[in-house]
Nanobody, 123 residues
């Protein structure tokens, strides 16, 4: 069984910075793309950034230049560095991973989600 656990959500003042982490654990054979999504109150969940196993990144236009996604393949962990935070960045941030799971001699590929971590930007 595979789990994704996010951490790092907090209350931050406008203009501040924060780094979120998401660690995958369990019967993992390999991880393809990993990404971060966010859902603001009353809005749909949107992709923020994604990174492939080779390190190629993709960002939502609204966060380019403000957010950096990175991953540590040895630790099965993806990070989201956020700078110049604004009140509209307030949301639940969830990580997603495309994982090949190994159970004995069988392999299966699934899309996994973490439980989410809350970021609030306020004075």
């Amino acid at each position: 069984q595979v789990q994704l656990v996010e951490s790092g959500g907090d209350l931050v003042q406008p203009g501040g910075s924060l780094r979120l982490s998401c660690a995958a654990s369990g019967s993992i054979f390999s991880i393809n793309a990993m990404g971060w999504y966010r859902q603001a109150p009353g809005k749909q969940r949107d992709m923020v950034a994604a990174v492939t196993s080779a390190g190629s990144t993709n960002y939502a236009d609204s966060v380019k230049g403000l957010i950096t996604i990175s991953r540590d393949n040895a630790k099965n962990t993806v990070y989201l560095q956020m700078n110049s935070l604004k009140p509209h960045d307030k949301a639940v941030y969830s990580c997603n991973a495309d994982i090949m799971e190994a159970i004995g001699s069988r392999y299966s590929r699934h899309d996994y989600w973490g439980q989410g971590t809350q970021l609030t930007v306020s004075t």
